[in-house]
T-cell receptor, first 112, second 116 residues
Framework: SQKIEQNSEALNIQEGKTATLTCNYTNYSPAYLQWYRQDPGRGPVFLLLIRENEKEKRKERLKVTFDTTLKQSLFHITASQPADSATYLCALDRLGAGKSTFGDGTTLTVKP | NAGVTQTPKFRILKIGQSMTLQCTQDMNHNYMYWYRQDPGMGLKLIYYSVGAGITDKGEVPNGYNVSRSTTEDFPLRLELAAPSQTSVYFC???????????????FGPGTRLTVL
């Protein structure tokens, strides 16, 4: 069956360091992958989308990579700040599926 | 634009009661979704709709029903509420899923439901 796994443990890092979150998947051939941010008590907010033929995508301090051979996406936040503390969700999509499959998320805490 | 709005924000139900969670979007999106999120877990898809008059089951549809009579509205109906339906419910919408740059989902603020 299809399975999506994000970092099993919460991630704690020091301000200024780079946070790296992982999203691994099995039995899935996604056409694209999305990353969302979710703050406590709020709905997820879209951050980045990367397609299967793209290796890397950047947006300000955020970078996403997509390796379809390893079946893995990495999400990086450089020069992290306490305001980056949140839960980050990855979502996989197949063309024409009409729906996404979400991972359980990784909670990131950036300490000052 | 208000985006995706959901009502109510909070609700407590007794076992066996019924209720409808409302969801409205003003972005003219054709795709709409209902998810539930249990504490510390990810989003589980309940039902989704690719356009008015069309709905389909997601991963966890049992105990729920939906309808999509207009592009804007996608209500979720709970019949015979059970404690297992205690969760936070999120509605989302997107435009023409599967098309380049138009697959982002926009989420509502959620409805926190407790069934006692």
């Amino acid at each position: 069956s299809q399975k999506i796994e994000q970092n099993s443990e919460a991630l704690n890092i020091q301000e200024g360091k780079t946070a790296t979150l992982t999203c691994n998947y099995t039995n899935y051939s996604p056409a694209y992958l999305q990353w969302y941010r979710q703050d406590p008590g709020r709905g997820p907010v879209f951050l980045l989308l990367i397609r299967e033929n793209e290796k890397e995508k950047r947006k300000e301090r955020l970078k996403v990579t997509f390796d379809t051979t390893l079946k893995q996406s990495l999400f990086h936040i450089t020069a992290s700040q306490p305001a980056d503390s949140a839960t980050y969700l990855c979502a996989l999509d197949r063309l024409g599926a009409g729906k996404s499959t979400f991972g359980d998320g990784t909670t990131l805490t950036v300490k000052p | 634009n208000a985006g995706v709005t959901q009502t109510p924000k909070f609700r407590i139900l007794k076992i066996g009661q019924s209720m409808t969670l409302q969801c409205t979007q003003d972005m003219n999106h054709n795709y709409m979704y209902w998810y539930r999120q249990d504490p510390g877990m990810g989003l589980k898809l309940i039902y989704y709709s690719v356009g008015a008059g069309i709905t389909d089951k997601g991963e966890v549809p049992n105990g729920y029903n939906v309808s999509r009579s207009t592009t804007e509205d996608f209500p979720l109906r709970l019949e015979l509420a059970a404690p297992s339906q205690t969760s936070v419910y999120f509605c989302a919408s997107s435009y023409s899923k599967g098309q380049t740059n138009t697959d982002t989902q926009y989420f509502g603020p959620g409805t926190r439901l407790t069934v006692l």
